[in-house]
C-alpha cells in the first residue's frame, strides 16, 4: 500500500512536470476513445437497422384475377412445403386496395375512379430472410404457379427487396472496415502519444533514477511511477470519453430516433454500459502497454 501510494503521489508529479505533454496525452485518448464509443455505438445501431429490415424481407407472389381458388390453393400447400418458409397469406384484390388506400396520398386513390388494378397475391413471410432468393427460385418453377402467375411470366410476378438487402449488407460491410482501420489508427496514435509522455518523465527524472539504483531501489519500485501515470493518463481520457458519448445518449440519439421512426436506431441502456466499462478497460489497456513501451526504450533497469 505504501508502494502504491508513493507511486500515485509520484504519477501526480510527473502531470505538473509535463503539463502541455501530459494533456496532449490526455486529450488524444480522450479523442480516440471517443471516436471508437461512437463507432461501437454505430455498430450498434447498424445491426438493428440490418435486423428489422431483414425481418421484412419477404415474397409477394402475384395471381392473375381469372385463377382458380384451387390452383391457388395448391400454390400456396406447395410453399408451406419449403424449406424457410415461416408463413403464407392470401390477399384478395379488395384487401390490396385496402391496404393501398391506407398507405397512398388521397389524390392517387381518387386517380383509381373506383377502379381496382391491383393483382391478387400470396404473401409469403420466411424464417430466415437469407433463404429469400433459394425459396422465390422454388416458387417460380412450379408449374401451377406458372399458370396463374399475375404477370406475364413467374419471374416478372415474383417480388421480394433481396437485392436491397445485399446492397445494405455490402454498404455496412464497407463501413465496418473503415471503422476498424481508423481504431486501430487512433490506438497507435494514442499509443505514441502516452509513449512520448512518459519519455519525458523519464528524461526529467533521470538524476533521481539514477539515485534510487545507487541506493538498491528494485526494477518495479522505478517503474511503479510511470506505469501509475500511463494508466491515470487513460482513465481519464476514457472517463472524459464516456462523458461526452453519456450526453450524446440523452440529447441527440433521442432527437435522431424521433426524427428517424421507420428505423431501429434505439440503443438499450444495458449496451451503453457496456460500451463505456469496454472504453475504460481499453484505455487502461492502452495506458500500461504504452508506458511498458517507454520504458522498455528509455528506463534501462
Same mark, same amino acid.
Request: include cysteine.
Given at each position: 500500500?505504501?508502494?502504491?501510494?508513493?507511486?500515485?503521489?509520484?504519477?501526480?508529479?510527473?502531470? &505538473?512536470?509535463?503539463?502541455? &505533454?501530459?494533456?496532449?496525452?490526455?486529450?488524444? $485518448?480522450?479523442?480516440?476513445?471517443?471516436?471508437?464509443?461512437?463507432?461501437?455505438?454505430?455498430?450498434?445501431?447498424?445491426?438493428?437497422?440490418?435486423?428489422?429490415?431483414?425481418?421484412?424481407?419477404?415474397?409477394?407472389?402475384?395471381?392473375?384475377?381469372?385463377?382458380?381458388?384451387?390452383?391457388?390453393?395448391?400454390?400456396?400447400?406447395?410453399?408451406?412445403?419449403?424449406?424457410?418458409?415461416?408463413?403464407?397469406?392470401?390477399? &384478395?384484390?379488395?384487401?390490396?386496395?385496402?391496404?393501398?388506400?391506407?398507405?397512398?396520398?388521397?389524390?392517387?386513390?381518387?386517380?383509381?375512379?373506383?377502379?381496382?388494378?391491383?393483382?391478387?397475391? $400470396?404473401?409469403?413471410?420466411?424464417?430466415?430472410?437469407?433463404?429469400?432468393?433459394?425459396?422465390?427460385?422454388?416458387?417460380?418453377?412450379?408449374?401451377?404457379?406458372?399458370?396463374?402467375?399475375?404477370?406475364?411470366?413467374?419471374?416478372?410476378?415474383?417480388?421480394?427487396?433481396?437485392?436491397?438487402?445485399?446492397?445494405?449488407?455490402?454498404?455496412?460491410?464497407?463501413?465496418?472496415?473503415?471503422?476498424?482501420?481508423?481504431?486501430?489508427?487512433?490506438?497507435? $496514435?494514442?499509443?505514441?502519444?502516452?509513449?512520448?509522455?512518459?519519455?519525458?518523465?523519464?528524461?526529467?527524472?533521470?538524476?533521481?533514477?539514477?539515485?534510487?539504483?545507487?541506493?538498491?531501489?528494485?526494477?518495479?519500485? $522505478?517503474?511503479?511511477?510511470?506505469?501509475?501515470?500511463?494508466?491515470?493518463?487513460?482513465?481519464?481520457?476514457?472517463?472524459?470519453?464516456?462523458?461526452?458519448?453519456?450526453?450524446?445518449?440523452?440529447?441527440?440519439?433521442?432527437?435522431?430516433?424521433?426524427?428517424?421512426?421507420?428505423?431501429?436506431?434505439?440503443?438499450?441502456?444495458?449496451?451503453?454500459?457496456?460500451?463505456?466499462?469496454?472504453?475504460?478497460?481499453?484505455?487502461?489497456?492502452?495506458?500500461?502497454?504504452?508506458?511498458?513501451?517507454?520504458?522498455?526504450?528509455?528506463?534501462?533497469?
Amino acid at each position: 500500500m505504501r508502494s502504491l501510494g508513493y507511486f500515485f503521489k509520484e504519477s501526480l508529479h510527473g502531470f &505538473t512536470r509535463n503539463l502541455s &505533454t501530459t494533456l496532449g496525452s490526455i486529450v488524444t $485518448i480522450f479523442l480516440s476513445l471517443l471516436i471508437i464509443g461512437i463507432f461501437l455505438v454505430g455498430g450498434v445501431v447498424v445491426n438493428n437497422v440490418m435486423s428489422s429490415v431483414e425481418n421484412e424481407v419477404g415474397i409477394s407472389a402475384f395471381i392473375s384475377d381469372d385463377a382458380s381458388q384451387s390452383d391457388i390453393d395448391k400454390v400456396e400447400d406447395f410453399i408451406r412445403g419449403i424449406d424457410g418458409v415461416a408463413s403464407v397469406d392470401f390477399t &384478395t384484390k379488395d384487401q390490396a386496395l385496402e391496404n393501398f388506400k391506407a398507405t397512398s396520398n388521397s389524390d392517387i386513390v381518387d386517380a383509381l375512379d373506383g377502379q381496382n388494378p391491383l393483382p391478387a397475391s $400470396i404473401e409469403v413471410e420466411l424464417s430466415d430472410p437469407k433463404l429469400v432468393e433459394d425459396v422465390a427460385s422454388q416458387i417460380e418453377q412450379n408449374s401451377t404457379f406458372a399458370s396463374i402467375c399475375g404477370y406475364d411470366s413467374p419471374s416478372e410476378s415474383l417480388k421480394y427487396g433481396q437485392k436491397s438487402v445485399a446492397q445494405l449488407f455490402q454498404l455496412t460491410s464497407y463501413v465496418r472496415y473503415i471503422g476498424i482501420a481508423l481504431i486501430v489508427l487512433l490506438i497507435f $496514435i494514442a499509443l505514441v502519444f502516452i509513449n512520448n509522455t512518459i519519455r519525458l518523465a523519464i528524461l526529467a527524472r533521470r538524476k533521481e533514477i539514477a539515485i534510487m539504483r545507487l541506493v538498491g531501489a528494485s526494477n518495479g519500485f $522505478i517503474r511503479g511511477p510511470f506505469l501509475m501515470e500511463g494508466s491515470l493518463h487513460a482513465i481519464i481520457g476514457s472517463l472524459f470519453a464516456v462523458g461526452v458519448l453519456e450526453l450524446l445518449r440523452n440529447l441527440a440519439l433521442p432527437k435522431l430516433a424521433g426524427a428517424l421512426k421507420f428505423l431501429a436506431i434505439d440503443v438499450n441502456a444495458g449496451t451503453f454500459v457496456i460500451i463505456y466499462v469496454a472504453l475504460v478497460i481499453a484505455g487502461l489497456i492502452i495506458g500500461l502497454f504504452g508506458s511498458a513501451l517507454a520504458m522498455r526504450r528509455y528506463l534501462k533497469v
